[in-house]
């Protein structure tokens, strides 16, 4: 990718954004103005991060060939998360847009299928009932994640491994419940929609995505289609309670917090205006310390 062909990302108003995004983006220092040249020098410092490690990982490939394990290795390259690089006004991670959830997962190996990319959704909890199929180990019960193999070896998307005692269903889950968001977050990606819902799943407006029409996620169609919405939510408390996680949760970061404020003492006000949002927070200190007090 050359410089001039970095694509600087739409974003919405501030006035627009959805709540969780808002915050997120205040928290990470990102609703200040930025030039164009700025938003492509952060994009470019991350793509030139990316060649770095494709080119780590032609060396392990190209040790591996030179030492003769190559055909006899099974390589798994993947990471933990993205980076939006000002997607949505934000950088880093912690949101379930595309930029920060979807990741890199590439397979080679003795008994994978090659030039093939599988257009199923799948997650990180399946790399480990992955590795223990390819090492041949029994799966033990109630595993989140679903063996790979099937479908590297370019069988039946819904055929489940010798291992396994069901198929892999059609959607994969993702929450995260942590630091510049400001609820529990949960997200259903299925097809070509993703959902998202937060908390309680009333107080804070979801958000629906076709990524077939909308790979930037930038219309939330949740309001458009209820019935999909619905279908979606069900399947999500299916699996996970999340209502009732999301108070637990909430109740741990409020004991937390006081905890942690009391620890400090005298110096709590200087601490948290120095934290992470510091910018953004010396704008009115004293009505932030009032947010937090009222919340507590």
């Keep these: 990718v050359t410089y001039e062909a970095i694509k600087i990302p739409r974003w919405s108003s501030l006035s627009e954004m959805h709540p969780v995004d808002y915050y997120s983006s205040y928290t990470k220092n990102c609703t200040g103005e930025f030039t164009n ?3 492509r020098n952060i994009r470019a410092f991350y793509y030139a991060m990316c060649a770095e490690t494709d080119a780590m990982l032609g060396e392990i ?24 690089a000002m997607e949505h006004r934000q950088f880093y991670k912690m949101s379930m847009y595309e930029g920060s959830s979807h990741v890199p997962l590439l397979v080679m190996g003795p008994g994978i299928k090659e030039q093939q990319q599988v257009p199923n959704v799948v997650s990180l909890v399946d790399i480990y009932p992955t590795m223990l199929d390819i090492a041949r180990i029994p799966l033990p019960q109630n595993l989140s994640g ?7 070896r370019g069988k039946a998307d819904r055929e489940a491994s010798p291992t396994e005692a069901s198929p892999r269903p059609s959607w994969v889950l993702s929450e995260f419940h942590g630091c510049n968001v400001n609820s529990s977050t949960y997200m259903l990606r299925t097809g070509k929609w993703k959902y998202i819902t937060y908390s309680d799943g009333h ?4 958000q629906l995505f076709d990524l077939s029409e909308d790979p930037d996620e930038l219309t939330n169609i949740a ?11 069900k399947t999500l408390r299916s699996v996970v309670n999340y209502p009732k996680v999301s108070s637990t949760v909430q109740d741990y970061n409020k004991r937390q917090f ?23 927070w010396l704008k009115d200190p004293k009505k932030y310390e009032h947010a937090i007090d009222k919340w507590l």
């Design 203 to 206: 107080s804070v407006p979801p």
């Design 61 to 84: 490939i190209s040790a591996l060939r030179d030492a003769g394990l190559l055909k006899t290795t099974i390589v798994v390259f993947t990471a933990d998360h993205g980076e939006l």
């Design 258 to 280: 006081i905890r942690w404020k009391k620890s400090l003492g005298q110096n709590y006000s200087y601490v948290i205006a120095n934290l992470r949002w510091h910018q953004d």
């Design 146 to 152: 679903y063996s790979l193999i099937p479908l590297l």
């Design 223 to 233: 309001v458009k289609f209820p019935a999909v919405v619905h279908s979606l939510d």
């Design 37 to 39: 040249q700025e938003v």
